[in-house]
């Protein structure tokens, strides 16, 4: 059982570059998520899906877009990369609105540099 | 309003010592407190919640003190190892907006 697996871990693009992020689950949630994590910052919410064909926007969701196309993957894409995307981005999914019981399971993050 | 502040940035116990995190908020929507686990190179994972409608949690060496007239949260970790050693977040969600806000972070040093 993978749980959360983020595809790629590591990349570097030039400014103005486009990429895609691949997160796929494989314990049937409904619920997706894409963070930014930044030193001294925490993590910020960029985009979220509540289920396949839904997707809405988090706390930062400029310079990026998703699609839920099937259950089990939420694609994060960059149009044209910018220096401040650099970041390690992280996918969660939860099986319904998070609590204790419902918690988030995070992948390992990609590792992403804009040069 | 949408800002959890998380202190101390860094700390640094002895083994068999009691870190203590605290968070504060503002906004009251909120519903829900979770603690993350993160280490170098990792996701965070879950490590205890709690709900504004109780005090205190435990779950093994893990303390959550909540206080919610004060909208502040603490982290005590009992009998701290030097496995404990990681970045701990204090996170505030509203469920309801699916608006989740996660403090910066504390990095926890645990000495053998």
């Known amino acids: 059982n993978a749980g959360v697996t983020q595809t790629p871990k590591f990349r570097v693009l030039k400014t103005g570059q486009s990429m895609t992020l691949l997160c796929a689950q494989d314990?049937?949630?409904?619920?997706m998520y894409w963070y930014r994590q930044d030193p001294g910052m925490g993590l910020r919410l960029i985009h979220y899906?509540?289920?396949?064909?839904?997707?809405a926007k988090g706390e930062v969701p400029d310079g990026y877009n998703v699609s839920r196309l099937k259950k089990q993957n939420f694609l994060l894409g960059l149009e044209s990369a910018a220096p401040s995307q650099t970041s390690v981005y992280f996918c969660?999914?939860?099986?319904?609105?998070?609590?204790?019981?419902?918690?988030?399971?995070f992948g390992d993050g990609t590792r992403l540099s804009i040069l | 309003q949408q800002q959890v502040k998380q202190s101390p940035q860094s700390l640094i116990v002895q083994k068999g010592g009691i870190p203590i995190i605290n968070c504060a908020y503002e906004?009251?929507?909120?519903?829900?407190f979770p603690w993350y686990q993160q280490f170098p190179g990792k996701g965070p994972a879950l490590l205890i919640a709690?709900?504004?409608?109780?005090s205190e949690k435990k779950e093994g060496r893990f303390t959550i003190s909540f206080n919610k007239s004060a909208k502040q949260f603490s982290l005590h970790i009992m009998d701290s190892q030097p496995g404990d050693s990681a970045t701990y977040f204090c996170?505030?969600?509203?469920?309801?907006?699916?608006?989740?806000?996660f403090g910066p972070g504390t990095r926890l040093s645990v000495l053998p």
């Open positions: 709690i709900r504004p409608d109780v």
């Open positions: 969660a999914s939860a099986s319904s609105r998070v609590s204790s019981n419902q918690p988030q399971h």
């Open positions: 906004n009251t929507a909120f519903d829900y």
């Open positions: 899906s509540v289920g396949e064909g839904t997707t």
């Open positions: 314990m049937n949630h409904e619920y």
């Open positions: 996170a505030a969600f509203d469920n309801y907006g699916q608006n989740f806000v």
